[in-house]
């Protein structure tokens, strides 16, 4: 079965404080995309990572992808509270398809 | 271009009727996809396609869901005897042919809550 986890599921944090969220998958894919969603709100695309190795930034998120260890990460650098939100990362192991298997979450809380 | 376009927002129906959500997607953009997400979950691919051709149904989307997409342009996901279990955010999204390099863009969505 294709598992898309990660972890933490819920994040409380400080303002101005650093973190990561990890992303694990259990099928090739070297093809990783994050999403950000706000409460009661669509997906905002934040991140695609097409290839092993891929870092991108953006702000104060930093994404990266290891395809070897099946494994992303999304880095959060000196959080605001403006970060506070849901973010999703989501994998196209469907060559063709392009059928996206997306992670149970994370919920970021961050507090001022 | 305004972006994916979903109506209606919010959907409020009796258990037992049907209801149809409409999709319009970018307009340049030759796939479409549907996914459904509950509360506190991850959006689930329902099915998608490219231009009018319905190319994948996921087994999520049991006889009483069916969508179209008449011309290759706008989509409708239609839930006929709605159920409990139904209610959900149903997400639309598209993308161009080489999606791979941008990913997709989704619509706002449709909430439906079924009493």
């Known amino acids: 079965e294709l598992k898309v986890e990660q972890n933490p599921l819920f994040l409380s944090m400080q303002e101005g404080k650093n973190y990561t969220i990890y992303c694990n998958y259990s099928t090739t894919s070297d093809r990783l995309y994050w999403y950000r969603q706000d409460p009661g709100k669509s997906l905002e695309s934040l991140f695609v990572?097409?290839?092993?190795?891929a870092v991108k930034q953006e702000g104060r998120l930093m994404a990266s992808l290891d395809t070897k260890a099946r494994l992303s990460t999304l880095h959060i650098t000196a959080a605001v509270h403006d970060l506070s939100a849901t973010y999703f990362c989501?994998?196209?192991?469907?060559?063709?398809?392009?059928?996206?298997?997306f992670g149970t979450g994370t919920r970021l809380k961050v507090l001022a | 271009d305004t972006g994916v376009s979903q109506n209606p927002r919010h959907k409020i129906t009796k258990r037992g009727q049907n209801v149809t959500f409409r999709c319009d997607p970018i307009s340049e953009h030759n796939r479409l996809y549907w996914y459904r997400q509950t509360l506190g979950q991850g959006p689930e691919f329902l099915t998608y396609?490219?231009?009018?051709?319905?190319?994948?149904k996921s087994r999520l989307l049991s006889d009483r869901f069916s969508a179209e997409r008449p011309k290759g342009s706008f989509s409708t996901l239609e839930i006929q005897r709605t159920e409990q279990g139904d209610s959900a955010m149903y997400l639309c999204?598209?993308?161009?042919?080489?999606?791979?390099?941008?990913?997709?863009?989704f619509g706002s969505g449709t909430r439906l809550t079924v009493v």
């Open positions: 999204a598209s993308s161009p042919l080489n999606q791979g390099l941008h990913g997709y863009t």
């Open positions: 989501a994998v196209d192991p469907y060559s063709g398809t392009y059928k996206y298997i």
């Open positions: 396609f490219q231009n009018e051709a319905q190319l994948e």
């Open positions: 990572l097409l290839s092993n190795g």
